[in-house]
C-alpha cells in the first residue's frame, strides 16, 4: 500500500534533530514518517476475555501482533480490508473490540500503572472514546468515569463509541475543558488530559498534517494546554494521579507544559517515572521519566505522555459564574425500583448496586452511583443508560440497555444469514421462535438487540442510526 509522501518542514526536521535521544536517528525518523500506520485493535474485555477472543477469529486468518503497553492491544494484518472494512466485521459491531491506534493506548496504561484503582475518573477530551472506553474497560464498568468532549459534533460518536461497547458507568458533558477545576474541584481520583495539539505524531496517518505546522502556532497551542491542565489539577484530589499526553513531539507543547505546572505548583507536584512502564520503555523515557514515543521507535504514531501525582492541596480557585440549571430527573421510590428490576430481569437485564434507578417524564435511567455527588455542580449532555420507556402495557426496553447489561437469560441465537439481516435493520424469519413475546438476540453468544415476536417474524428494533449496508462480517472462510 503506496501513499503520498509526508510534508515534514525543515524548522520542524530542525527541532526533532535535537529532541532525538539519539540526534544519529533522525533519518530513521524520517524513513519512519513516510511508512503508511499499521493497523491495531484493542479487545474490549468488558466484553469478551483475550483468549476467547483470539480463539474466535482464529479461523479468519488475521495476523495479530501484540502490543508491548497493552495486553488487550494488537497490531493487525489481514488480506481481506478491500472486500470487508475491520469495522464492518461482526466482531466490532458487537462491540468485541475497539479499533485504535497502538500507541494511544499509552496513557490509559500509564493512568492504571503501579496497581492505581480509581473509583472517580475524567477524561477531559474524550471524543471519539478510544481512551474512554479503555478506561472503562479497566474499571470493569465499575465506579464513574465523566468523558468530556467540547466538540458538540463529537460527542454523538462518542456516545456510539461506549453505547457499543456496552459501557454503563459514563457520564457526558460538553464543556471547555478549562471549567473543571473551578466547577469540579478535588473531584477526581484519577484524571487523562489527552490535549488537544499541533499532530505532529500523526503525519503517517495524515501526510498534510504538517502542511500550517509553525513554532508560534505551536506556541499558542501550548497556552492553552497550560490552562487545560492547570484546570485539571484543581479538579484532582490530593494523592491523585493526573496523566498529561499528547499527539505531537515538540518539547513546547509536551516537557515543557509539565515543568510549568510542576513550577506553579512546586509543593505538590510529583512526576511519576513511566520507565517500568512496559519492558523496553526505557527506549523512549525522557529524564524526567515521561514517554517520549518517535514513531520509528516501535513503529507507530508519534505520542507523549507524562504521568503525575497531586502530593498535596493546593489553593481553589474563584467559583465558576455559569448556571447548573434543574436536573431533570429524580432516584426511583424503592417500590417503583423494584417493580423495574424485576420486569428487566424477565427480559434479560441485569445490573449491580454500582448503578441506581432514575426517572425523566417516561424515561428510566440507570446512573452510576459514584457521579451522583457532582449533580448540580456541571450540566450533563447524558449521564449512564437509558434502561427503559414506560408506556401503559410496560416498559419498552432501550437497544443501548440491551447491549451492556444483557446476560444469557431471555436470549435467542441468529444464524449468520439472520444477525446480517438484523445489522441492515431488517425484519428476521428464523426456522423456530424464541419462547416468549421478546427475546434479546445474539450472534456468536453476544447481545446485538431486542426482538419482538410477531407471528415467525421477529420484528426489528435496530436504533436506525446504526444501520449498516455494504458486506458485513467475516463470517467461514467460505462465505460468500
Not at 495524515?206 to 492553552?224: C, F, G, M, R, Y
Request: with cysteine; proline share 6%; net charge negative.
Amino acid at each position: 500500500m503506496s501513499q503520498r509522501p509526508v510534508y515534514l518542514p525543515d524548522e520542524f526536521l530542525a527541532q526533532m534533530r535535537q529532541a532525538l535521544p539519539d540526534p544519529l536517528a533522525l533519518d530513521a525518523f524520517i524513513a519512519a514518517c513516510q511508512r503508511p500506520l499499521r493497523r491495531s485493535l484493542r479487545v474490549n474485555t468488558l466484553k469478551i476475555s483475550v483468549a476467547d477472543f483470539l480463539t474466535l477469529v482464529a479461523p479468519y486468518g488475521w495476523q495479530l501482533t501484540p502490543v508491548p503497553w497493552c495486553e488487550e492491544g494488537f497490531w493487525i494484518e489481514r488480506d481481506d480490508e478491500e472486500a470487508l472494512p475491520l469495522g464492518s466485521t461482526a466482531e466490532h459491531l458487537s462491540g468485541l473490540f475497539y479499533i485504535q491506534e497502538a500507541s494511544s493506548m499509552l496513557p490509559v496504561a500509564a493512568l492504571f500503572a503501579d496497581g492505581n484503582t480509581p473509583d472517580r475518573v475524567m477524561d477531559v477530551a474524550a471524543a471519539p472514546g478510544s481512551k474512554t472506553t479503555q478506561i472503562a474497560a479497566r474499571m470493569n464498568n465499575q465506579g464513574a468515569i465523566l468523558a468530556n468532549e467540547f466538540s458538540a459534533s463529537r460527542v454523538k460518536v462518542l456516545h456510539a463509541n461506549i453505547s457499543r461497547c456496552g459501557i454503563s458507568n459514563v457520564a457526558l458533558t460538553h464543556f471547555d475543558g478549562r471549567v473543571f477545576g473551578a466547577a469540579l474541584p478535588e473531584a477526581f481520583d484519577a484524571i487523562l488530559l489527552d490535549a488537544p495539539c499541533s499532530g505532529e505524531g500523526v503525519v503517517r496517518k495524515d501526510p498534510d498534517a504538517l502542511k500550517n505546522w509553525s513554532v508560534a502556532s505551536n506556541l499558542e497551542i501550548a497556552a492553552t494546554q497550560r490552562e487545560l491542565i492547570d484546570s485539571a489539577f484543581h479538579a484532582l484530589r490530593p494523592g491523585g494521579t493526573l496523566v498529561y499526553s499528547t499527539c505531537t513531539l515538540n518539547r513546547d507543547e509536551n516537557e515543557a507544559v509539565c515543568l510549568w505546572l510542576q513550577a506553579q505548583y512546586p509543593d505538590a507536584v510529583e512526576f511519576l517515572p513511566l520507565n517500568d512502564l512496559f519492558p523496553s520503555a526505557s527506549e523512549c523515557v525522557t529524564p524526567e521519566g515521561f514517554l517520549h514515543v518517535f514513531p520509528h521507535i516501535y513503529d507507530c504514531e508519534g505520542f507523549f505522555v507524562a504521568r503525575l501525582r497531586k502530593t498535596s492541596a493546593i489553593e481553589s480557585l474563584p467559583a465558576p459564574t455559569f448556571k447548573v440549571g434543574n436536573f431533570p430527573f429524580t432516584p426511583l421510590k424503592t417500590r417503583e425500583a423494584a417493580q423495574i428490576t424485576a420486569a428487566a430481569n424477565l427480559a434479560g437485564l441485569q445490573w449491580g448496586d454500582h448503578l441506581r434507578l432514575w426517572q425523566r417524564d417516561k424515561e428510566v435511567w440507570l446512573f452510576p452511583t459514584e457521579i451522583e455527588p457532582l449533580i448540580g455542580k456541571v450540566r450533563f449532555s447524558r449521564v449512564g443508560i437509558r434502561l427503559a420507556e414506560t408506556h401503559n402495557k410496560g416498559y419498552r426496553w432501550q437497544h443501548e440497555a440491551v447491549i451492556a447489561l444483557a446476560g444469557q437469560d431471555n436470549t435467542f441465537a441468529l444464524t449468520q444469514q439472520e444477525a446480517e439481516e438484523w445489522y441492515r435493520g431488517r425484519d428476521v424469519y428464523p426456522q423456530t421462535s424464541p419462547a416468549g413475546d421478546d427475546a434479546v438476540v445474539t450472534y456468536q453468544g453476544f447481545p446485538i438487540g431486542l426482538a419482538k415476536k410477531v407471528g415467525s417474524r421477529l420484528k426489528n428494533s435496530y436504533p436506525r442510526e446504526l444501520v449498516r449496508d455494504g458486506r458485513l462480517f467475516t463470517g467461514n472462510v467460505d462465505a460468500s
